[in-house]
């Protein structure tokens, strides 16, 4: 069935071998991993056998969580716990890893290297987003003693691609101790500026960080800079330390897990066990039983975030499980992506996935670069022992607090604040946070470094009037394909379910390709998408709460509309919501759209008379659009877009510039 309109209803504004002894799993979150085996192979192997679930998981190309997995083994109970090392012959899907029965299937990324061998990524192998559930994952480890016990452990993870990013705000809105680029030209000591109220004209762009390597620190003009959190010793950031151009994986959640700090207490010994366990502290939340030095430790509430943890807390059990601390460079990341301009405001979820982020309740504590202290870290990863690497903080005089909230108002990802002593570190917050991270390996080619979105500045000229019945193969070439995660808002709707809808599919779900051209005599958009519903049931100024294509456009004389196109279950309809000289625009704008409903495709154009918008050829103009996804009668769910920025309120100084080309 096609639908097809060119008149539309106008609005005004307004396994194998030798069994050993049974495993156990414990769990971390939403995660779980059960009916654990192990076998022996043969004098150089052993096979791990288990079932693993998590209920929020998804990957869209390079988008991705994961599990991160590991093990440990003891033989005996008086005997100690030991990490158990895998052995792969290369990083993805090595020899031997695979899944026997039903389930999702899975990948498998086995980082290698002096630190590697020490754990598993498990992820989706294919795109998709919803739950996982895999029985009989089998993979080799390190050959075992007859009466090993093994224990497997797991922490949700989320993928950060490798790519460059913003740091800080920038520009007037930046406030002490955030990132910016400086842009001072003289010696004039900042506190002076400051104190003449001219230190806003030294407030550069946010810092853009371009590659990997060493980061200028300083008051110099291009550096980057913090005033209040200046670097105590004046050097720059080295390049051996994480500065978050490199991929990475990092925690999902915020805290650990009070059944996962309860298991790695019980695989301590009793004179490690001394300096984690604080009965006044999580003590309430983690019961000890037993008699020492054979103590076994427990939660009431497994999956809650534990309470009370010191930042060497979370460093120990991070080193236990064969993870690193993160670096606040690679915190701003890891929220905000690539995004111009970076927003201060990011919530909830981050740009790659990552849960509880600018929530106001917790503070978080990744390596500082402004102490020497947390210069010197280079990332190395934990070898599977609670005693962290050398070049780790020892404490939180390391560390800088992050997305923590002051008297009037919140600092979001941009602020940045000094920690308390190192006594106080533990009763900071009962829920202070601290993701732990591991660099990605370098032998997973799949994954694809941040692309930012380049447009053709040049708009085409159309040989005669843009034809509407046409469509795309009389349009041009279009100026972008919408199709990745990183086009789909809000961006929860790229990772969770929304009430009982899944979250978004992929391109098959929502994807669209926009045209931008010049006829002689009108400005012409046209968008064809490809939806596999297409539902507006809405009247009169709600059009864009549906299926609907919706349109930014600013001129050099500061003009500015708004307008959206929709094919209503009443027919086609376009609303003004935004603009200048009233409803000229709306009036005189020739449009139309259509739905094929059998190839799932909308098609809408629109032809913008340069007489009414005050566009002559030559003159630069700024550009957005947006794709909004119904779905159902409930209303809008999630909308593509071209560039940020045009969501309410509006920005068109942040669009993308065209001119009209020949």
């Given at each position: 069935m096609t639908r097809h309109a060119t008149r539309p209803t106008r609005y005004a504004p307004i396994a194998c071998g030798l069994l050993l002894l049974a495993a156990t799993a414990l769990p971390a979150g939403d995660l779980k991993i059960e009916n654990v085996k192990l076998a022996q192979r043969d004098t150089k192997s052993a096979a791990v056998e288990f079932d693993i679930s998590w209920t929020n998981s998804w990957r869209h190309g390079s988008f991705h969580d994961a599990a991160w997995v590991f093990f440990k083994a003891r033989a005996g109970e008086k005997a100690p716990w030991r990490h158990v090392r895998l052995v792969a012959d290369?990083?993805?899907?090595?020899?031997?890893?695979g899944q026997r029965k039903e389930g999702i299937p899975l990948e498998f990324v086995v980082p290698d290297g002096e630190d590697?061998?020490?754990?598993?990524?498990?992820?989706?192998?294919?795109?998709g987003a919803g739950a996982v559930t895999a029985k009989g994952v089998a993979l080799p480890c390190e050959p075992q003693s007859r009466n090993t016990e093994i224990r497997a452990f797991g922490i949700e993870m989320v993928y950060v691609s490798e790519g460059p990013f913003y740091l800080g705000k920038g520009g007037d809105a930046v406030k002490t101790s955030e990132f910016h680029t400086s842009m001072c030209e003289d010696e004039q000591p900042y506190a002076e500026l400051?104190?003449?109220?001219?230190?806003?004209?030294?407030?550069?762009?946010?810092?853009?960080?371009?590659?990997?390597?060493?980061?200028?620190?300083?008051?110099?003009?291009?550096?980057?800079?913090?005033?209040?959190?200046?670097a105590e010793d004046g050097e720059d950031i080295p390049a051996s330390f994480p500065n978050g151009y490199a991929a990475f994986y990092c925690m999902k959640s915020h805290c650990f897990t009070r059944g996962l700090y309860a298991a790695f207490l019980s695989t301590l010994t009793e004179e490690q066990v001394k300096a984690r366990y604080h009965q006044f502290g999580h003590g309430p939340e983690i019961e000890r039983?037993?008699?020492?030095?054979?103590?076994?430790?427990?939660?009431?509430?497994?999956?809650?975030?534990?309470?009370?943890?010191?930042?060497?807390?979370?460093?120990?059990?991070?080193?236990?499980?064969?993870?690193r601390p993160m670096t606040e460079l690679e915190y701003e990341k890891m929220i905000r992506g690539p995004r111009i301009p970076p927003s201060g405001s990011d919530a909830q979820l981050s740009y790659f996935g990552a849960e509880q982020v600018n929530l106001g309740g917790h503070y978080e504590r990744p390596v500082s670069v402004s102490k020497a202290v947390g210069r010197a870290f280079k990332g190395t990863h934990g070898a599977g022992r609670p005693t962290p690497p050398e070049d780790w903080p020892v404490d939180i005089s390391g560390a800088i607090l992050r997305n923590q909230p002051v008297i009037g108002d919140h600092l979001c990802t941009s602020g940045r604040q000094e920690p308390g002593s190192v006594f106080a570190d533990r009763r900071l917050h009962p829920f202070?946070?601290?993701?732990?991270?591991?660099?990605?390996?370098?032998?997973?080619?799949?994954?694809?470094?941040?692309?930012?979105?380049?447009?053709?500045?040049?708009?085409?000229?159309?040989?005669?009037?843009?034809?509407?019945?046409?469509?795309?193969?009389?349009?041009?070439?279009p100026l972008t394909v919408l199709s990745g995660p990183e086009d789909l808002y809000p961006v929860d709707r790229r990772f969770?379910?929304?009430?009982?809808?899944?979250?978004?599919?992929?391109?098959?779900?929502?994807?669209?390709?926009?045209?931008?051209?010049?006829?002689?005599?009108?400005?012409?958009?046209?968008?064809?998408?490809?939806?596999?519903?297409?539902?507006?049931?809405?009247?009169?100024?709600?059009?864009?709460n549906g299926d609907a294509l919706q349109i930014s456009l600013a001129v050099e004389d500061g003009a500015a509309w708004n307008i959206v196109l929709a094919l209503t279950t009443k027919g086609p309809?376009?609303?003004?919501?935004?603009?200048?000289?009233?409803?000229?625009?709306?009036?005189?704008?020739?449009?139309?759209?259509?739905?094929?409903?059998?190839?799932?495709?909308?098609?809408?154009?629109?032809?913008?008379?340069?007489?009414?918008?005050?566009?002559?050829?030559?003159?630069?103009?700024?550009?957005?659009?947006?794709?909004?996804?119904?779905?159902?009668?409930?209303?809008?769910?999630?909308?593509?877009?071209?560039?940020?920025?045009?969501?309410?309120p509006t920005g068109p100084e942040l669009y993308p510039r065209f001119v009209l080309g020949e």
């Open positions: 290369k990083v993805v899907d090595p020899t031997g890893y590697g061998f020490t754990g598993l990524f498990v992820r989706r192998a294919e795109d400051f104190a003449q109220d001219v230190i806003t004209n030294h407030y550069g762009p946010p810092y853009h960080v371009t590659g990997p390597g060493a980061i200028p620190i300083g008051r110099n003009s291009g550096m980057l800079y913090a005033l209040g959190l200046e039983s037993g008699k020492a030095p054979d103590y076994v430790y427990s939660a009431a509430s497994p999956d809650s975030p534990c309470p009370w943890l010191s930042w060497a807390d979370n460093a120990a059990l991070a080193a236990w499980a064969g993870l202070a946070a601290w993701r732990a991270a591991r660099s990605a390996p370098s032998g997973d080619s799949s994954m694809k470094p941040i692309a930012n979105r380049t447009l053709n500045s040049q708009t085409p000229r159309l040989q005669g009037t843009f034809p509407f019945k046409g469509g795309p193969d009389r349009w041009g070439e969770v379910p929304s009430g009982d809808k899944m979250p978004w599919q992929g391109p098959k779900d929502l994807n669209a390709k926009i045209y931008l051209a010049w006829d002689g005599e009108a400005l012409c958009v046209g968008a064809e998408v490809t939806d596999d519903r297409h539902v507006n049931t809405q009247t009169l100024g709600n059009i864009a309809a376009l609303l003004q919501v935004e603009g200048t000289n009233n409803d000229t625009l709306v009036k005189t704008v020739d449009c139309s759209v259509g739905r094929d409903d059998e190839a799932r495709i909308t098609r809408y154009g629109m032809r913008l008379p340069l007489s009414t918008i005050g566009l002559k050829p030559g003159a630069e103009f700024a550009f957005n659009a947006m794709v909004l996804d119904g779905d159902d009668p409930g209303g809008m769910r999630q909308y593509l877009l071209v560039a940020p920025a045009m969501t309410h």
